[in-house]
């Protein structure tokens, strides 16, 4: 239980969404298309912890590692995967909430402020917004569209801060880039997986919940 903070700040993406079989999913594709081979969870997890491979695009054009290959190219091909192309149905469809409205709800009640930044494109971060009906819980959304630099700069988290006017706010991440743009921010960040720079580390969203509650 804890009492330090005003404001809970999340990231989107491994924090409040299960993104493995959707954004996962989408890199180890679209780089096994261009790589002409089969790419491993592993791979992927490897370049997402990298610091400044917050933007999934990023993620698996570094992957792929072939500069000859156009950026917009591989780009194109993540989104016809992610978002569907009208044949096939996008994996963003294949995406689970890792933690229930009902535990948003008693956060929310407890802090009274909460916010997200992400590195999702507005429209993307919205779409789950909107599919979990999650749109009154939350004061502010901050995504890649928002800022001129996106995490690991402290750009998004900053912006965050001054829109919804806190004094003690906190940010939940799961990455590297989380927990430089938190510390650049000046703010603690509770990371989920192993970061000894995070201010506290743990196993899952719902153990965060349960030390927040």
Known sequence: MSKKY??????MDGVLVDVNKSYRAAIRKTARYFMDREVSVDEVN??????????????????????????????????????????????????????????????RKKY???GIVTGR?????????????????????ITKDDTLREKPFADPIIKAIQMIKCKRPVYIGDSSSDVVASGLAGIPC?????NMD????????????????
């Open 121 to 141: 494109p507005k429209d993307e971060a919205q779409y789950v917004i909107n599919r979990f009906d999650l749109g009154k819980l939350f004061d502010v959304l």
């Open 112 to 114: 009274k402020k909460m």
């Open 6 to 11: 005003d404001t809970l700040l999340f990231d």
């Open 46 to 107: 490897s370049v997402k912890q990298r610091v400044g491979m917050n933007n999934d695009w990023d993620a698996t054009y570094a992957l792929i590692g072939n500069k000859n290959i156009p950026y917009e190219k591989v780009k194109d091909y993540f989104q016809k995967i992610y978002l569907g192309d009208g044949k096939n149905k996008g994996l963003i469809n294949e995406e689970t909430l890792l933690i229930s409205k009902g535990q948003l709800t008693k956060l």
């Open 198 to 213: 995070a201010t506290k580390q743990f196993k899952s969203m719902l153990e965060i919940y349960s030390y927040l509650i």
């Open 190 to 194: 509770l990371y989920i997986g192993n």
